[in-house]
T-cell receptor
Framework: DAKTTQPPSMDCAEGRAANLPCNHS???????VYWYRQIHSQGPQYIIHGLKNNETNEMASLIITEDRKSSTLILPHATLRDTAVYYC????????????????FGTGTLLAVQP | GAGVSQSPSNKVTEKGKDVELRCDPI?????LYWYRQSLGQGLEFLIYFQGNSAPDKSGLPSDRFSAERTGGSVSTLTIQRTQQEDSAVYLCASSGRLGSTDTQYFGPGTRLTVL
């Protein structure tokens, strides 16, 4: 089972920031928070990941609470092309060879960016 | 650089026929994963390869499903005696060197329709 909970859907006005929450209250100390998104009819796209510090890249920012039990993905200026299902996943980071680092997807949040 | 590629992009087959789906991972990636996404369902893990071996086949739904990987690169997922419930998008992902960060990058998927 997925170890995260997300709202099923959210709306955001084009050009505004989209803030997508995720709860992961059972996260363990060596698990990272990963975000992927899936635009209709495409494969999932990696967005960002983090352990406990806030992270930023060209796509988004990731804010993780101090207790690590929740996080927020921020798209600073949402566009219509950001309409997608966003998945928050917790998992081990490193590839340990025999250990499966499979991704366990939940139902995600359908973000609809409105013009 | 080139991402993960999959072929064919679409496959329509008749019930009872065998199908082969191909995945070309990112060059140099040691880990390769197959996932499946059925209509209206989430993504589910099928099998994981590290090099040419498959330490985790726990997600394969039946013995009609098999996969192999040769030369530590290309992988083929084979479904024998296809059934209508096998209709889904089959996604492949690859990730980096053993011991490195294990961010998985997905291909565009193969949409399989079993009539």
């Amino acid at each position: 089972d997925a170890k995260t909970t997300q709202p099923p859907s959210m709306d955001c006005a084009e050009g505004r920031a989209a803030n997508l929450p995720c709860n992961h209250s059972t996260i363990s100390g060596n698990e990272y928070v990963y975000w992927y998104r899936q635009i209709h009819s495409q494969g999932p796209q990696y967005i960002i990941h983090g352990l406990k510090n806030n992270e930023t890249n060209e796509m988004a920012s990731l804010i993780i609470t101090e207790d690590r039990k929740s996080s927020t993905l921020i798209l600073p200026h949402a566009t219509l092309r950001d309409t997608a299902v966003y998945y928050c996943i917790v998992r081990l980071l490193m590839n340990y060879g025999g250990a499966t680092n499979k991704l366990i997807f939940g139902t995600g949040t359908l973000l609809a960016v409105q013009p | 650089g080139a991402g993960v590629s999959q072929s064919p992009s679409n496959k329509v087959t008749e019930k009872g026929k065998d199908v082969e789906l191909r995945c070309d991972p990112i060059s140099g990636h040691t880990a390769l994963y197959w996932y499946r996404q059925s209509l209206g369902q989430g993504l589910e893990f099928l099998i994981y390869f590290q090099g040419n071996s498959a330490p985790d086949k726990s997600g394969l739904p039946s013995d009609r499903f098999s996969a192999e990987r040769t030369g530590g690169s290309v992988s083929t997922l084979t479904i024998q005696r296809t059934q209508q419930e096998d209709s889904a998008v089959y996604l492949c992902a690859s990730s980096g060197r053993l011991g490195s960060t294990d961010t998985q990058y997905f291909g565009p998927g193969t949409r399989l329709t079993v009539l």
